[in-house]
Nanobody, 125 residues
Framework: QVQLVESGGGLAQTGGSLRLSCAAS????????LGWFRQAPGKEREFVAS????????YYARSVKGRFTISRDTAKNAVYVEINSLKPGDTAVYYC??????????????????WGQGTQVTVSS
């Protein structure tokens, strides 16, 4: 059973930074990509970023590229996303997701099989 537990969310100011963490456990977690998604109030869940099983490849949504950095610690089975230059539009619940996909850095919701409970990020203007 794969388990994903996010942490690091909270209230932040516009222009600030946050680092979200996700602890992953379960069979073969270390062998597959991990991703981050977010869901803002009243909107559908959207892809944010993904990282390959070894951390060597990353992929970002166009809307966050340049401000978000995804990374992975394979020894700790953890994945992180650092968010810089926070904007009110970044306010959302952020989810960590695990996949058994053969794609190196999957970017579609349907490619992911397991989800964490989410961590709330609220950016004040």
């Amino acid at each position: 059973q794969v388990q994903l537990v996010e942490s690091g969310g909270g209230l932040a100011q516009t222009g600030g930074s946050l680092r979200l963490s996700c602890a992953a456990s379960g069979p073969r977690v270390s062998s597959y990509p991990l991703g981050w998604f977010r869901q803002a109030p009243g909107k559908e869940r959207e892809f944010v970023a993904s990282v390959s099983w070894d951390g060597g490849s990353t992929y970002y949504a166009r809307s966050v590229k340049g401000r978000f950095t995804i990374s992975r610690d394979t020894a700790k089975n953890a994945v992180y996303v650092e968010i810089n230059s926070l904007k009110p539009g970044d306010t959302a619940v952020y989810y960590c997701a695990d996949t058994n996909s053969g794609s190196a850095v999957p970017n579609r919701d349907g490619e992911y099989d397991y989800w964490g409970q989410g961590t709330q990020v609220t950016v004040s203007s």
